[in-house]
Structure formats: structure tokens, C-alpha cells
């Protein structure tokens, strides 16, 4: 499936992504705040195929993107969510997502990940078995925080515990929105 906003075009994972996911996931930031990604190319079959495969199945629970600009079609970053765990709100039962998002850093400060954010959300919500997606990012990440505020997202009263990555403590944050909240893009 692919998804067009006003300067964005997201397209399913494909398995020549791999040079590019792989680029994308080894920039600076990757080292810093993603240390789950794949950082050898030798591991990005691994990853796409599982993307790959999941999207094949009747019980699918990965949905990932890749971010391509519509003049162009140039790569500049991923976005994706997937299945967290089941939720009963106000006695309907649904699934809780997880989402992520990576771009690129020369195309940062741009307003491109809000963009394909509030598209993601819009399509996310529109599966009527989601309920509630959530994103964590690292505590001093405020330019991801600012990403989630702008879609309308809030911080979450039920934060997670800071966790120990190669001997150093990782403190994220959590914000979340539900499906009854999520105001849709004007597009
Ligand atoms: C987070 C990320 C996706 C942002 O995407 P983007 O398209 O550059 O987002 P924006 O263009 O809206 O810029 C981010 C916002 O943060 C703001 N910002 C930047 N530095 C900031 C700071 N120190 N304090 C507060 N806000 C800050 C920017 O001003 C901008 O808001 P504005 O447009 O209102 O000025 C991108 O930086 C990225 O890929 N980071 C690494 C991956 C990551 O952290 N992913 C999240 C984990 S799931």
C-alpha cells in the first residue's frame, strides 16, 4: 500500500530498501538513541525479510514505510508501528501499536516526519481493531518529542522504567494517543 501526503509519498517495505535502511540506520543518531536497529548490513536481510514476510500473513502486526519525497523519489527515512499488546477501552477490546520513525539528518528541521506522522495515524486508526499507538523516545530527544506534541500526541501517565543498554541507564519517554482523540489531516 502506498500512502501520498502533500510532499510525501510512504510505500510498504521493498527488499531493495535494504542499502537504504541500512544507511539510515547507521547515521549518527542510530548510535546514540537506537542501539535495536540493525547496524550491520549482514543483519538487514534478517530485518526486511521479517517485514517482508509479516506483511504476507492474514495476522499481520508490522506495518512500515518507507519515506520517499514525491518530486523526486530520493529516500529520506522510515516510519512504522506494530502490534504492543491488546486493550479494553470503555468495553471495546483492540490493539495497542508501538511506532517509530527515523529520517535521514539532512532532512531534519524540515517538518517531514509530522507530515508522514499524521498520515500514519490517520490510516493506523482507520483499522478498526486499533485503539491506542504509542512512541518512546529518549529522554534528551526533543526534537522526537516535538514530532509527537505537533500530531497531537500526549505524554503518558504510565511512563517506562529507565532500562540498562551496555552498561548505561536509558531514561525514555512515552506519549500516546487514542483513536477517540486523533483529530485527522486536513488532505
Ligand atoms: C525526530 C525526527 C524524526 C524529527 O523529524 P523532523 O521532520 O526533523 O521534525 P520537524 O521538522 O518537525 O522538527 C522537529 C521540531 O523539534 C524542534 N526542536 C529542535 N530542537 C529542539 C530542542 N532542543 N528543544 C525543543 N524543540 C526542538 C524543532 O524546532 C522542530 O519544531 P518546529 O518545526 O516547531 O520548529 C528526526 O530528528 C529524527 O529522525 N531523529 C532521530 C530518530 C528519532 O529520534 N526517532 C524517534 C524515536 S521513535
Redesign the pocket.
Known sequence: MQLITNRLILREYAKNDKHNLYALFTEK?AFT?EAHLPKKISDMDVYLNFHLENAQTTNRTHYYYVIELQETHEFI?SIGYAFANEININGIDGWVMEL????LEKY???????EALRKILSTAFEKNNILKIF?Q?HKD????E??MI?CGMIKSTNQPEPKKYNGVVKENVRYEITADCFIPPHQ
Not at 517509530?100 to 529520517?103: A, P, R
Not at 531534519?108 to 509530522?114: C, K
Not at 530527544?141 to 522526537?144: D, E, H, I, L, T
Request: aromatic share 26%.
Open positions: 543518531f538513541y527515512g517509530e520513525y527515523y529520517l531534519w528541521g524540515m517538518g517531514y516526519m509530522p512512541a523516545c530527544n526533543p526534537k522526537s516535538m514530532v505537533k
